[in-house]
């Protein structure tokens, strides 16, 4: 069975960083892409940040441009998500998601996802 | 504001049909094919519908979707009280070069 575990959600403060992990089991996890959805309070979904199986090949969601890094250790089947210079938007339930193939490409899908971990940035 | 727009509600009855609408743009819908989740309460999103129309393994034939140049749809037959669910369209959108949702669909069943 397809498992993935977010974790490293916690309350920080404006400006401070924090590193989210999602460890995954159940599949040969460098042959696929991943991703990073969030969920603000009572709100929508929005995609974040995807790596290409291999890890050589990143995207990010124009807002977190510059500030986050998605990165993927293969060898421990587990993906990370760094976030520095947090601001109070960025406050939500963070999602790691498996996509179907090795590349993350426009028509394909998110499936599964894992249960979420909880950011919440505030003074 | 989605760039993908449903409706923020919808209602049935227990064995109605309802029916969920997704509407986009050229840069969305009208380009690649539209994904479908389903968000129970207190829980993570769980694809329901990729590729416009198919259906996962475990997911009953209750479910069915269909789209059309710019708008998509998702059909509901045989409402059950566990449908109650926030529903979610997705498509990726040339213009912000990702995937995006809709802003979900809460569906109430009567």
């Known amino acids: 069975e397809v498992q993935l575990l977010e974790s490293g959600g916690d309350l920080v403060q404006p400006g401070g960083s924090l590193r989210l992990s999602c460890a995954a089991s159940g599949f040969t996890f460098s042959s696929y892409a991943m991703s990073w959805v969030r969920q603000a309070p009572g709100k929508g979904l929005e995609w974040v940040s995807a790596?290409?199986?291999?890890?050589?090949?990143?995207y990010y969601t124009d807002s977190v441009k510059g500030r986050f890094t998605i990165s993927r250790d293969n060898s421990k089947n587990t993906l990370y998500l760094q976030m520095n210079s947090l601001r109070a938007e960025d406050t939500g339930i963070y999602y790691c998601a498996k996509d179907p193939i090795y590349d993350w490409l426009p028509g394909n899908w998110f499936d599964p996802w894992g249960q979420g971990t909880l950011v919440t940035v505030s003074s | 504001q989605s760039f993908l727009t449903q409706p923020p509600s919808a209602s049935g009855t227990p064995g109605q049909r309802v029916t969920i609408s997704c509407s986009g743009s050229g840069s969305n819908l009208g380009s690649l094919a539209v994904n479908w989740y389903r968000q129970l309460p207190g829980t993570a999103p769980q694809l329901l519908i990729y590729?416009?129309?198919q259906r996962p393994s475990g997911v009953p034939d209750r479910f069915s979707a269909s789209k059309s140049g710019t708008s998509a749809s998702l059909a509901i037959s045989g409402l059950q009280s566990e449908d109650e669910a926030t529903y979610f369209c997705?498509?990726?959108?040339?213009?912000?070069?990702?995937?995006?949702f809709g802003g979900g669909t809460k569906l109430t069943v009567l």
């Open positions: 590729s416009d129309t």
């Open positions: 997705a498509a990726w959108d040339d213009s912000l070069n990702g995937r995006v």
């Open positions: 790596i290409s199986g291999g890890g050589s090949n990143t």
